[in-house]
């Protein structure tokens, strides 16, 4: 199957560039292209797009908003949101996860990061895994989220009712491992652990992976730096 890509940013030179990379490979292609967030909206809508590489600072709508609107639609459900940023743009990585998206990718990864993130994202996965990524979500966590609205601890609708081995493989997937190295861990099957995944993803109406992350740092069954 081929992964059908937008590409939302400003900067018409880098979508160029992006283009021309996602195109070369034979599993994906670009779809649309968006200058800010209310085309990138429009144009997933219409080209029924797979994931959206999505930057956060865009004319008008921004890319956190675009990816609160495109997660909020269900006609929309299964698409995949990927933010790019840089360093220098941290504190809205949350605010990012919160809104919806799969992950977040600096803007200067490597190539093969680029088309890598995209098919993790295509697959479901949440791009969570480097240290440094987990180490922003629990320093923005830990400070409230750099915009007040979150608190750690906070009571996450669904939590209650988890099962024992839900909570225990919720706390795993929020340490970044996938689903063969939970599996691994608790010595049971990959098929058992994505089942388990799937009904903790549906009793806390998460999104993905990465949402999963975040109620568990939320609800405060991870805590920040542990």
Do not use: C, W
Not at 33 to 42: F, K, N, P, R, Y
Not at 58 to 70: K, L, N, Q, V, Y
Not at 183 to 188: E, G, H, I, Y
Request: glycine share 8%.
């Amino acid at each position: 199957m081929t992964i059908r890509v937008v590409l939302a940013d400003d900067q018409a030179l880098l979508r160029s560039a992006f283009r021309v990379l996602v195109d070369s490979e034979p599993d994906m292609e670009v779809v649309g292209e968006a200058s800010d967030g209310a085309e990138a909206v429009a144009v997933t809508r219409r080209e029924s797009a797979d994931v959206v590489l999505m930057d956060i600072r865009m004319p008008g709508t921004d890319g956190i908003a675009a990816t609160r609107e495109i997660s909020a639609d269900a006609s929309l459900e299964e698409v995949k949101v990927v933010i790019l940023t840089t360093f220098e743009q941290d504190e809205y990585v949350l605010q990012s996860l919160r809104a919806g998206a799969s992950g977040f990718l600096g803007k200067g990864a490597e190539p093969g990061e680029l088309l890598t993130a995209i098919r993790i994202a295509a697959q479901g996965e949440a791009l969570l895994s480097p240290a440094a990524t987990k180490g922003l979500i629990t320093k923005f966590l830990s400070q409230g989220g750099g915009s007040g609205d979150v608190r750690e601890g906070q009571s996450v609708a669904g939590m209650d009712m988890l099962t024992v081995r839900e909570r225990e493989v919720l706390v795993l997937v929020a340490a970044g491992l996938s689903n063969d190295e939970i599996a691994k861990r608790l010595s049971v099957s990959p098929l058992t652990v994505k089942t388990h995944v799937n009904r903790t993803m549906s009793k806390l109406a998460a999104r993905d992976r990465a949402q999963l992350v975040v109620a568990a740092y939320e609800s405060g069954l991870v805590h920040p730096g542990s």
